[in-house]
T-cell receptor, first 112, second 113 residues
């Protein structure tokens, strides 16, 4: 079982719509969770991180964490063509092991 | 400016050669990571280090080696035992005890010729 799994995509949404990305993780001891955006040929850049159950909002982005279900999600509201990228979910290991594992990524295309 | 520097940006290797990828950070981070990315794939963890003079194998360590002699440096050697080394390699660092994000270098694209 992979440590972090993402809905495989690709995901195509019209401009202005909501894009919904999902991620599950296997290690119940994982401390915190990250969403990165990666444009083709570039290194990942952080969108959001979350470590408490519930929702966290930052502009058009909302991250949701449910530790009981071992589930993390990212919502992109009012999607823009510039949001077209691959989104990577990551989980940081338990407190005595700083292993940072990534999912396979979900490619999002926003149609103008 | 604080950040992570990877070099070189592009690297060509002949079959049977060992090559070393450089990763230096001036963020004073304890943890450093090496990932491999193949086209259309996510990041797969090769090695990580939580502190100087200590490192752990990730999910795909075979054919790779690392060292962590200094806090700011975490070089990765791709050995001849790695049969399919052509990939994009990313180095990252973080301060995990503060639950902050990992910062990435610009990557090294390795091609076997």
């Amino acid at each position: 079982q992979k440590e972090v799994e993402q809905n495989s995509g690709p995901l195509s949404v019209p401009e202005g719509a909501i894009a919904s990305l999902n991620c599950t993780y296997s290690d119940r001891g994982s401390q915190s969770f990250f969403w990165y955006r990666q444009y083709s040929g570039k290194s990942p850049e952080l969108i959001m991180f979350i470590y408490s159950n519930g929702d966290k909002e930052d502009g058009r982005f909302t991250a949701q964490l449910n530790k009981a279900s071992q589930y993390v999600s990212l919502l992109i509201r009012d999607s823009q063509p510039s949001d077209s990228a691959t989104y990577l979910c990551a989980a940081l290991g338990r407190s005595n092991d700083y292993k940072l594992s990534f999912g396979a990524g979900t490619t999002v295309t926003v149609r103008a | 400016d604080g950040g992570i520097t990877q070099s070189p940006k592009y690297l060509f290797r002949k079959e049977g050669q060992n090559v070393t990828l450089s990763c230096e950070q001036n963020l004073n981070h304890d943890a450093m990571y090496w990932y491999r990315q193949d086209p259309g794939q996510g990041l797969r963890l090769i090695y990580y280090s939580q502190i100087v003079n200590d490192f752990q194998k990730g999910d795909i360590a075979e054919g790779y080696s690392v060292s962590r002699e200094k806090k700011e440096s975490f070089p990765l050697t791709v050995t001849s035992a790695q049969k399919n080394p052509t990939a994009f390699y990313l180095c990252a660092s973080s301060q995990p005890d503060l639950l902050t994000e990992a910062f990435f270098g610009q990557g090294t694209r390795l091609t076997v010729v």
